[in-house]
């Protein structure tokens, strides 16, 4: 007999979309037990939409030969002291930033879409997220693999993984995975497939690899492009959920809703880390936030707000808000850290003339006017010996967990207080954005482990800074302070004079 | 002679990361599979209890009644991380490809006996849904287990069950001349059959099984075990004498696999039985309970396929050995 030939979408029906069927000795609810509560209404599981169509003989695959090319340039990176061909030793911190605070979130993402493929009642979806929880893991194993040379020379990088689930700062990013681990499959969906992947992912992942690939890293711009098609899979999901759930039922609107205004403003809030990164920590800066904010959230999410504007969704709320930010949001960030050198993992510094320059002229509403004159100020302190350290710790937003550095909206001197009452407690918040989340969920948010609150509950090492620095196995004097005097700054220097020796 | 180029050496100041270091000693480099695995997963600390199940932590230890004192325990023999995974299966789908078009080119399935075409569709094909259920369980797992040792290798181990239901789908449309006509009739004899009802039955209580270790057990240790004993052995066999000798060809991904799973698999259910007299009686418990149940459920397979069940009794004694050698007390 003749076989008929399949096109890519039919082959794809036929070997994955029957594979599924209807129990009948165990009810389906019993099955599937956790894709109703959420009040997510799906009445047609099969109008789901298979974005890639990927068979996994095809996904192995393609896999496979991405993966073979990853290692070999990581192999001779690790070969050529790669290394010590990065820009500058400051660059360094950047992928300390990364490796602690946003490679555990792939390994949660990983184990979230296992949830996700799992507890999905229907085949298509299920098996789109399963695809994603093993591409999930493919980042965090190839991060860590690509930075485990950087780990061999400088400080910071090896206690990711203890400290991640401790230190003040990286409780912003862990919360904000903890949140949609914890929420349901269809929020999870939300959260990480659209709102993280598609809304967000060109402020996160690219401004990193972008770092990487202005600051000679080749082997983490080179796992970047690895990743790059898997980011796209995830994109397509992420739209393709939030597509499917808008046209299977009208009452579905106001959930999707409040979880895209929910989760577009927690990305914001944790995108700060990378706000900083992109303006302070990058030798050879890429762009500004502020510019990357406009290409990719104003320009590219305004159209796609736009295009989802059919289904009655709206720009999330307090994205004008995010906006009048940008000018802002970097500057104070780095302002926290600068300040508590002492308690972070990474280096600090004040930024150079050229540097201050350069954000003058990408900030010229903000930056001489509120930042200048107090890096300046910083600065005198440090030639007279009076490097300025915080030494109070500092109160934390309930929501973002972020210290309540932020200022008012129109109004950068005055610090953006908000609170809530619940179950007569007061909480506290850095923004309406952070407070109206609280109020949706306060008693989900009302279990927060704020890193603040613990210390002085005494449940993180001790009652001292030191004690609490030992919990965390900072290496004190190699992973904290400022970079000029460093452990790191001194290995690289000496590189650098062998180098120039070696060149004669 | 030899070659040497002269390079810039540079001193390492360590060679892994501290939670590695802290297992292995610090001045011992890791390999990938440990760097790629050890100590991923959180552990302290977490925000906020699930919706969906408030009485655990996403990552809780209490979510199986085994119990170890080191989760990491639980090594893959394989080393399996992403990388090597998917070269391994990569390099298996090649094989696959090739039979295919050989099988395909020559027309072979042509030559299947017309009672045994019959059989193919309505008991090899199913397996397919078999394989669906054990994706879904090995992706709970991966969801619910405790640690990047034993929740990864689960992990891939469900994207293989679902490579496999795909290389079961494209023997069906081989047979069928890519219609489907051969995967709904097999979807029928899974939904309706008789001989496949007690298999069905098995498969769906598996899937609400609450404790991650005994689904672990069920799939992995057993059902895994006994379907393809008797799908890929007993049933290939037979097929031997009725043209089958195309079909043993593509379902040679398989075989392959069960070699390799169970050195895993084998593996796991030693160290976690090994680890105290109460996981060893769970385990075996389970092993015991999963084992009787689908032995019974592959016997209307067997029967259907051979006349009669007698073949199931080698497989029930060959994996009684094997557990006995796990240190399971069946």
């Not at chain 1, 990474?346 to 900030?363: C, G, I, N, R, V």
């Not at chain 2, 480099?29 to 996403?58: C, I, M």
Request: glycine share 6%.
């Amino acid at each position: 007999m003749a076989a008929k030939k399949l096109g890519l979408k039919q082959r794809y029906a036929l070997m994955t979309r029957g594979l599924d069927w209807e129990t009948t000795y165990q009810p389906m609810d019993e099955v599937f037990p956790f894709d109703k509560f959420e009040g997510i209404k799906i009445t047609d599981w099969s109008k789901w939409e298979d974005p890639f169509r990927l068979t996994m003989d095809n996904y192995w695959k393609f896999q496979a030969e991405k993966e073979r090319k990853l290692y070999a340039v990581l192999d001779s990176f690790a070969q050529n002291n790669g290394q010590m061909g990065v820009s500058d030793a400051k660059y360094v911190n950047a992928i300390k930033l990364f490796l602690t605070g946003v490679s555990p979130l792939e390994y949660q993402a990983h184990r979230g879409f296992a949830h996700a493929g799992r507890h999905l009642r229907g085949v298509g979806p299920r098996v789109a997220a399963q695809m994603q929880s093993l591409d999930e893991l493919r980042h965090v194993q190839t991060q860590v693999h690509t930075i485990s040379q950087y780990n061999k020379y400088f400080d910071g990088f090896a206690e990711f993984r203890h400290m991640h689930d401790r230190v003040w700062y990286l409780s912003v990013p862990k919360s904000f995975f903890d949140d949609a681990r914890s929420a349901g499959p269809f929020e999870y969906m939300v959260a990480i497939g659209f709102a993280f992947e598609y809304v967000l992912t060109n402020l996160l992942f690219v401004p990193f690899m972008s770092g990487a690939a202005y600051n000679g890293d080749m082997a983490t711009v080179t796992f970047g492009f690895s990743a790059q098609s898997d980011e796209s899979r995830h994109m397509t999901l992420g739209i393709e959920v939030i597509k499917f759930l808008l046209e299977q039922h009208p009452d579905n609107l106001p959930i999707v809703q409040k979880w895209v205004d929910k989760w577009f403003w927690r990305g914001h809030r944790v995108l700060g880390l990378v706000a900083m990164m992109m303006d302070y920590m990058l030798p050879k800066k890429v762009m500004s936030w502020k510019e990357a904010w406009e290409i990719y959230f104003t320009e590219a999410g305004g159209a796609l707000f736009q295009d989802l504007e059919r289904y009655g969704l709206r720009v999330p709320k307090y994205a004008d808000v995010a906006t009048a930010e940008a000018e802002h949001m970097s500057h104070q960030n780095w302002s926290i850290f600068y300040q508590y050198t002492h308690a972070a993992g990474f280096h600090t510094w004040l930024p150079s003339d050229e540097e201050m320059d350069w954000l003058s002229e990408k900030y010229p509403n903000t930056f001489d006017k509120y930042y200048r004159p107090r890096y300046e100020m910083w600065r005198e302190m440090e030639k007279d010996g009076k490097r300025f350290y915080n030494n109070a710790l500092p109160q934390l937003c309930t929501t973002c967990q972020i210290p309540m550095g932020y200022t008012e909206p129109g109004d950068p001197t005055t610090i953006a207080f908000r609170s809530s009452e619940y179950k007569g407690d007061r909480y506290h918040f850095c923004s309406d954005g952070c407070k109206d989340i609280f109020d949706n969920e306060p008693e989900k948010f009302s279990q927060s482990w704020l890193p603040v609150h613990q210390i002085f509950q005494g449940n993180c090492g001790g009652a001292t800074v030191p004690d609490v620095l030992a919990w965390y196995n900072m290496n004190v004097g190699a992973d904290n302070m400022d970079q000029a005097g460093s452990p790191d700054q001194k290995i690289w220097d000496a590189w650098k004079t062998k180098q120039e020796k070696v060149a004669g | 002679m030899t070659v040497e180029l002269r390079t810039m050496s540079l001193e390492p100041r360590r060679h892994t990361f501290g939670h590695i270091a802290r297992r292995k000693g610090a001045d011992v480099p890791a390999s990938r599979y440990e760097e790629g695995t050890l100590d991923l997963q959180a552990t302290d600390n977490f925000h906020y209890k699930p919706l969906w199940e408030p009485e655990y932590w996403v990552y809780d230890t209490r979510k199986t009644a085994v119990v170890m004192k080191d989760w990491y325990d639980l090594k893959d023999p394989r080393q399996y991380y992403y990388a090597t995974y998917n070269i391994a299966r990569a390099n298996m789908q090649q094989a696959v490809e090739r039979t295919f078009s050989f099988v395909e080119k020559r027309a072979m399935l042509d030559g299947l006996d017309a009672d045994w075409r019959e059989k193919i569709i309505d008991t090899l094909l199913p397996m397919r849904h078999v394989a669906w259920g054990a994706n879904m369980n090995m992706t709970n797992i991966c969801d619910r287990g405790y640690g990047t040792a034993v929740t990864a290798p689960s992990q891939f181990a469900a994207m293989d069950h679902l490579g496999m239901a795909q290389i079961i789908s494209r023997i069906g449309l081989a047979l069928d001349g890519n219609s489907g006509e051969s995967l709904d009739t097999a979807k029928t004899a899974w939904m309706d059959a008789p001989h496949w009802q007690d298999m069905r039955h098995m498969v769906e209580d598996t899937l609400v099984v609450k404790d991650w270790f005994e689904q672990y057990v069920a799939q992995a240790l057993v059902i895994d075990a006994v379907t393809h004993a008797f799908a890929f052995d007993i049933m290939d066999s037979a097929g031997q004498t009725k043209g089958g000798a195309p079909i043993s060809m593509m379902t040679e991904f398989m075989v392959e696999w069960r070699a390799e799973q169970t050195r895993w698999v084998d593996a796991v259910i030693k160290t976690a039985a090994a680890e105290s007299d109460a996981n060893r009686a769970l385990i075996s418990g389970w092993a015991k309970g999963w084992l009787s149940r689908a032995v019974d459920a592959v016997k209307p397979l067997c029967a259907h396929v051979v006349g009669d069940a007698s073949a199931v009794s080698s497989i029930e004694a060959e994996l009684s050995a094997r557990f006995a050698k796990l240190g399971l007390a069946l």
